[in-house]
């Protein structure tokens, strides 16, 4: 990957706007300047504990037309219910990171945190065993 990629700033999928950098809650995600909308990447953790930590703005609609693009690996993104049921969200089928508009960030954090006693879905098993894989060469 070339650092061309590293260094532009990506687009918001939603809306076009400039997506910044954003510590939050010990993870970088990337905050859209314009409609607030929040990109977390597969690693950085459970979607509504991370989105918990972002500071929640006023919701702004979305107005850019086509196709939700993923500022990551350039895939198209696909609209999911966060755990089968919550609140619509776009994955990206190719990094499997997640874009949270700014009206859905409310109903994310109110899911809470995964409860780790249920069984987890094949595809959320996957990225467990990955993170933990990638955890421990750090170790």
């Not at 508009?101 to 780790?116: C, F, N, Q, R, W």
Request: charged content about 20%; glycine content about 10%; aromatic content about 4%.
């Amino acid at each position: 990957m070339s650092e061309q990629y590293r260094l532009a700033s990506p687009q918001c999928p939603l809306c076009g706007g400039l997506l910044q950098e954003r510590l939050t809650g010990g993870v970088v995600v990337d905050v859209c300047a314009d409609c607030h909308a929040v990109w977390i990447d597969w690693f950085d953790g459970d979607v509504s504990s991370v989105a918990a930590a972002v500071e929640v703005r006023p919701a702004i609609p979305q107005s850019h037309p086509g196709a939700r693009i993923c500022p990551r690996c350039r895939d198209t993104l696909a609209p999911e219910h966060l755990r089968g049921h919550g609140p619509e969200i776009l994955r990206c089928p190719g990094c499997a990171g997640v874009l949270v508009p700014s009206t859905k960030l409310a109903e994310v954090v109110a899911l809470g945190p995964v409860d780790d006693t249920t069984p987890p879905t094949p595809e959320e098993g996957l990225f467990r065993r990955m993170l933990n894989a990638i955890r421990s060469l750090g170790a």
